[in-house]
């Protein structure tokens, strides 16, 4: 089983305490999560990945508008490599555990995505990125099932390539994908507000073209972009909407360097 990597740094490492962290996120954002009612409808979602002082709140949203949604039978979590991986993407079918619990891996559906990208668990050791997300899947679901996946090269032929795959192997399974990225990064506010608010709008337009236009021609530090557009593309570039944009200055004051943040999700 996968054990923690940033546990007591990005987020709480007792259960207790994370928990409560959790709940103060969905305080400071868009309230407690409500019943679910009706047909789900969401195939896909989009959530930031630092530290819970930070994103936390805005993360609320996407997990807010899931549990609303209705629970799916797995969840895909895509996220950017931070910390050099070999591979263009690669899975892991090896459980996670955090401070809530194990949080364990569809393993019907990795066996046949096995088959198609690599399977790694120890690519998955240290990337914080997935992991920050899954203490949220545990708050809304009781027993989630996921299959974590990390994107090495994230331009748009490898998000076709692992698009493809994740509608092969989840083919007949009600699956949500949830791509973690952050925004901009380390720009004043005011630029990183304008620079986040126009990539939002293309996640936001369904096309994925224009995401990959809009990184290339305004230089953006998006981080994840191409588990973004990986998202669209297994959700068929369906138009979404836009949650919440926010960024770190919330949590520091500090408006001279930011990281932008933002929430979207994509209805069927």
Known sequence: MRVPAVAGTFYPSEADILKTAIENSFRAGPGAPKRAEGRRRISALVAPHAGYCYSGSCAAYTYKALAEDGLPEAYIVIGPDHVGVPYEFVMSSEDFYTPLGPCRVHQEIAMKLRQLIPDDPRAHVREHSIEVQLPFLQYIDPNPKVIPIIMGRQNKQSAERL????????????????????????????????ADREFLAAVASGNVDEVYDIVRRNNLTVCGYGPIATAMLASNSIPGTVLRQTDSSECSG????????GSVAFYR
């Open 163 to 194: 698009a493809n795959a994740i509608r092969t192997a989840c083919a007949g399974h009600d699956v949500v994908v949830i791509a973690s990225s952050d925004l901009v990064h380390y720009a004043p506010k005011s630029l990183a507000d304008t």
């Open 254 to 261: 500090d408006k001279e360097s930011v990281v932008g943040y």
